[in-house]
């Protein structure tokens, strides 16, 4: 059965570091990885996603990562800014059409 | 630009009442889907629909059905509510169903309180 883990579960960082997310999943047998950003009551917005067959996506000053090999995800955000404050939830698309969430980091930037 | 429309954004309910949630999408997506969040459980999936005309189970369908009215329209039933259907319940389409590059969209969520 495939699980998703994200760690940490929260991460508090001050304004223009750059930081890692990252996300690990026990299948290696996956379509696609997808990162998504959901802000306090609100839905889920789709960041990046990167194929199987992919090693990165870039979108602006996001960079996300796949390593199948490993079962393992990174994303990294360039110069963060408070209003990149959000949870982070990343999701693997299973070789049974179904998507398997983690259940996400949440960031806080301070000014 | 709507986009994924659920209705309504809040609800409470009284344990054995029913209701349905009513999610729409304005994208012509083939695929759509129910998921529900709760606290340290992340976003699971409830049921979903492939294509027009089929549904799914996923991976917690008990105590829910589902119908798709139309190619736009994925409805989400609780025929009897429980405390244990307290949640927030997240309707999301894609163009098609598990394809490599297939994005979901969610809409805002339906926050429910059974009491």
């Known amino acids: 059965k495939q699980e998703v883990t994200q760690i940490p579960a929260a991460l508090s960082v001050p304004e223009g570091e750059n930081l890692v997310l990252n996300c690990s999943f026990t299948d290696s047998a996956i379509y696609n990885l997808q990162w998504f950003r959901q802000d306090p009551g609100k839905g889920l917005t789709s960041l990046l996603l990167i194929q199987s067959s992919q090693r990165e996506q870039t979108s602006g000053r996001l960079n996300a990562s796949l390593d199948k090999s490993s079962g393992r995800s990174t994303l990294y955000i360039a110069a963060s800014q408070p209003g990149d404050s959000a949870t982070y939830l990343c999701?693997?698309?299973?070789?049974?059409?179904?998507?398997?969430f983690g259940q996400g980091t949440t960031l806080q930037v301070k000014p | 630009n709507a986009g994924v429309t659920q209705t309504p954004k809040f609800q409470v309910l009284k344990t054995g009442q029913s209701m349905t949630l009513q999610c729409a999408q304005d994208m012509n997506h083939n695929s759509m889907y129910w998921y529900r969040q709760d606290p340290g459980m992340g976003l699971r999936l409830i049921y979903y629909s492939a294509s027009e005309g089929t549904t799914d189970k996923g991976e917690v369908p008990n105590g829910y059905n589902v119908s798709r009215l139309n190619k736009r329209e994925f409805s989400l039933r609780l025929e009897s509510a429980a405390p244990s259907q307290t949640s927030v319940y997240f309707c999301a389409s894609s163009e098609a169903f598990a394809g490599f590059n297939e994005k979901l969209f969610f809409g805002s969520g339906t926050q429910l309180s059974v009491l």
């Open positions: 999701a693997v698309l299973s070789n049974t059409g179904k998507l398997i």
